[in-house]
């Protein structure tokens, strides 16, 4: 099993970017595919970004490509998410999620198993 935690939400300006961390505990991390999801208020939970167990299999939103880049570092235990270019409908608050399977890159949220409990991205205009 893995506990989740994510950090480096805040208060940015339209144009502006963040980073945003999830670290993980537990020794199977590098066995876990992981995902970023958002959850604006009175919307659904979205699929943002997901990557493979390795880092070498990723995919984003249409909504984020270009701006967005995910990564890890399976030494650290921890997976990044670079926002770049950050848009005010780009505000919500920010999950990772953590697959068992590994191999894929899971957009739907039902596909994880682990859950971090949220970031709040905020951008203004």
């Known amino acids: 099993q893995v506990q989740l935690g994510e950090s480096g939400g805040g208060l940015v300006q339209a144009g502006g970017s963040l980073r945003l961390s999830c670290a993980a505990s537990g020794r199977t991390f590098s066995n876990y595919a992981m995902g970023w999801f958002r959850q604006a208020p009175g919307k659904e939970r979205e699929f943002v970004a997901a990557i493979s167990s390795s880092g070498g299999k990723t995919v984003y939103a249409d909504s984020v490509k270009g701006r967005f880049t995910i990564s890890r570092d399976n030494d650290k235990k921890t997976m990044y998410l670079q926002m770049n270019s950050l848009k005010p409908e780009d505000t919500a608050l920010y999950y990772c999620?953590?697959?068992?399977?590994?191999?894929?890159?899971?957009?739907?949220?039902?596909?994880?198993?682990?859950w971090g409990q949220g970031t709040q991205v905020t951008v203004s205009s």
């Open positions: 999620a953590g697959d068992r399977r590994g191999a894929g890159v899971a957009t739907q949220a039902y596909e994880y198993d682990y």
